[in-house]
């Protein structure tokens, strides 16, 4: 066995070590649990909303995509449904990671600050803002061609004010950066695409007028 | 601090990483306790914890072993202890500090009270995040379900069967969680089903994360409400009555299932909090675009 030469500098390293490793373990333990939002955050409740709000756009944009008459519109519908699509698999990782149930069987929209005024769209049997009523989406999945583009507009328009309306929400509540990310995404992607949509439309009816009167 | 937060990817560890940090906290403290006391026993009872030994494994209180209790204690409530001070680090081999043993004759009180205090704030940092740990919410995916069968666990050979099959498919439970199935699934985008649906489709929508719920016919009709409430317009759930089911209310997710009296149990919300869309074999697979089909048969085509 070999002899200690000192036992100063040697214990002093030793203690720092253990100082590090406590300090290292205590801020470690501590960032690990303050990290994942809980099940009353606001970002939680973002995932599990935007996600069922998403879920009716895709199911609209995908039967317009197969039903719709016009081009342009079936193009922009297979767009929103993919894009949205992909977006709940984002929002399902982040419930995963946080170790949350992947929906909610909660009221939804309670996580907002001003949550919008429920009269306003509940009334009606609407689960969110801006999502159609199930009358509304059987009249949808009833109508073809030209028919089906005008009401698919009318209700992708609402649909993407409301999640609009949703994802600044959740913006001015969270620092968290993914989901940041992805709220401002979908902010500039829906009202860019409420612009082209109502574009459309106003051709679309434009077009209805003519076949009508010709 | 708080940027590592935006560069940290959770990797499907939140928790779950505080749970596995968890008890290496608690085995570096138990560590240090055990290390004080072997080394005072070492040190001053060697003779008679070694000739105790045994009465402790035979005895629950033995009285030979008394002596050394107070003493072992002593050592190990407090890491501030003498003992702990005299051998810094106490044994561990693996940290290698044998050649640290301080000189027994003379003790260096400063050094000893240095140490006393950098293992009480040691000690500290570490106890502090374990000791405040955050309880188990019940929104938890982990929460145990009384009554909750999972056929996973009961070896069930159909919970793997996920085979895309025309026709009718005889199913082992009623109704069935898993197996064979149609190519089409059920539409279950929150849709309450008036008359029974074709098991075809429904196994399939189990396939992408759906909760169905069933409900024998003569359920009275406020049951029958409260549950058409918990299904409307939520997505990746349906519901539909289902004669001749063994409990008045069912619910169902792929490879798992619950038997209910009524529809006002509150392992309802559990149920569907832990296992929509968590039970899917198919994850992010839709339940949009799936058929509206009754009765008994599958059908060909998908409607909408």
């Known amino acids: 066995m070999r002899r200690a030469i000192s036992a100063r500098p040697i214990l002093s390293v030793v203690m720092a070590a253990l100082v590090a490793v406590a300090l290292g373990l205590s801020v470690g333990v501590m960032s690990t649990r303050e990290n994942p939002p809980g099940a009353d955050s606001p970002e939680a409740g973002f995932a599990w909303d935007m996600s069922l709000h998403h879920g009716q756009a895709v199911a609209m944009s995908m039967y317009l995509y197969d039903n719709g008459g016009d081009e342009a519109l079936r193009t922009i519908a297979y767009d929103i449904g993919l894009t949205q699509q992909g977006q709940i698999g984002v929002m399902r990782t982040w419930l995963r990671d946080w170790n949350l149930p992947q929906s909610s069987t909660d009221e939804p929209m309670q996580w907002m600050t001003m949550p919008m005024d429920m009269g306003s769209w509940a009334k009606d049997g609407r689960i969110m803002p801006g999502m159609a009523t199930q009358d509304e989406l059987t009249e949808l999945y009833s109508l073809t061609g030209l028919e089906a583009d005008l009401l698919f507009c ?61 | 601090m708080a940027k590592k937060k935006s560069n940290q990817r959770p990797g499907r560890s939140g928790p779950p990483k505080t749970a596995r940090t968890e008890p290496k906290a608690a085995a570096t403290v138990e560590d240090t306790d055990a290390d004080t006391a072997t080394a005072d026993a070492t040190d001053e009872t060697e003779a008679a914890d070694t000739a105790n030994a045994p009465a402790e494994k035979t005895d629950t209180k033995p009285v030979g072993a008394k002596p050394k209790t107070p003493r072992a204690g002593a050592a190990g409530s407090r890491p501030g202890s003498k003992a702990a001070a005299n051998r810094p680090g106490g044994r561990n081999p693996k940290k290698g500090r044998k050649p640290v043993a301080a000189p027994k004759k003379s003790l260096p009180w400063g050094m000893i009270l240095t140490v006393s205090a950098l293992v009480l704030v040691v000690g500290a940092l570490i106890a502090i995040p374990v000791l405040t740990l955050p309880e188990q919410s019940v929104t938890d995916p982990d929460v145990t ?63 992408h994360g759906a909760i169905w719920i069933t409900y024998q016919p003569d359920l009275p009709a406020e049951q029958v409400e409260r549950l058409a409430g918990k299904t409307t317009g939520q997505d990746y759930t349906f519901m539909s009555p289902y004669p001749d089911q063994p409990a008045p209310v069912i619910l169902t997710a792929w490879g798992y299932q619950l038997q209910l009296e009524s529809a006002n149990d509150e392992r309802i919300d559990q149920f569907i909090a832990k296992y929509r869309l968590t039970a899917s074999q198919e994850p992010n697979a839709t339940c949009s675009r799936g058929v509206t089909a009754t009765g008994t048969t599958p059908v060909l085509a998908p409607g909408m």
């Open chain 1, 154 to 214: 009318e209700l992708m328009i609402n649909h993407h004010v409301g999640g609009v309306h949703m994802a600044e929400g959740v913006l001015e509540l969270t620092e968290d950066e993914e989901v940041r990310w992805l709220a401002d995404a979908m902010v500039s992607g829906q009202q860019s695409e409420i612009d082209a949509l109502t574009e459309i439309a106003d051709r679309l009816r434009g077009t209805e007028g003519s076949a009508q009167t010709g």
């Open chain 2, 145 to 207: 379900i009384e009554g909750s069968v999972d056929y996973f666990e009961e070896g069930a050979d159909w919970v793997t069967q996920r085979d895309h099959v025309e026709g009718s498919v005889q199913y082992a439970l009623t109704p069935p969680a898993g197996g064979n199935h149609n190519v089409a699934w059920q539409l279950c985008t929150g849709v309450v089903y008036d008359e029974q649906i074709p098991n075809e489709h429904a196994v399939h929508s189990l396939e």
